[in-house]
């Protein structure tokens, strides 16, 4: 029995955004099975783009009750080429550094973000970002509103 097939296909749109850097940033995401959408968004305080990149997938992903197909479409070449270029991998093999030595950045969402990689069939595409896409602009609608609510509470 192929356990692919049964799998259902999800995509997931996700996107970032943050005033500042570090500062308020928020996070959009979709989901779309067949032909039924999810919207989630959500944010922080104070935080950085790339962390909130990294929150919107690992969030559309969490929300999975079951594992799933999923192809991610992102504009974040952070998250997409960690994957593609084995980046991760490199990271892991070299104790979370750097091919510079440093600590890898955001570790603990990137531990969050292989978990989910475990669980589910994941596929990377990488989607110019502010190019018309219209998940894209939708996800850095939610996003940016999701900042705009994390920067009223500072």
């Known amino acids: 029995m192929n356990l692919e097939k049964e799998l259902k296909e999800i995509s997931v749109f996700s ?3 943050c005033s500042g850097n570090p500062g308020p940033g928020g996070w959009g995401a979709i989901l779309r099975y067949k032909e039924s959408e999810k919207e989630l968004s959500g944010g922080e305080r104070e935080t950085t783009n790339n962390r909130m990149e990294l929150m919107g997938v690992i969030s559309a992903l969490e929300s999975l009750k079951e594992p799933c197909q999923v192809r991610v479409f992102t504009d974040s070449k952070y998250i997409a080429n960690a994957f ?3 980046w991760l991998e490199n990271w892991q093999k070299n104790g979370w ?6 600590p890898v950045k955001n570790k603990e969402l990137w531990e969050r973000l292989l978990k989910q990689a475990s669980i589910h069939k994941l596929e990377w595409q990488w989607i110019k970002g502010h190019s018309g896409h219209p998940e894209n602009e939708r996800c850095d609608q939610l996003a940016v509103a999701a900042r705009d609510r994390f920067a009223q509470k500072a």
């Open 15 to 17: 996107d970032g955004a």
């Open 84 to 86: 593609t270029e084995k």
């Open 97 to 102: 550094k750097t091919a510079g030595k440093k």
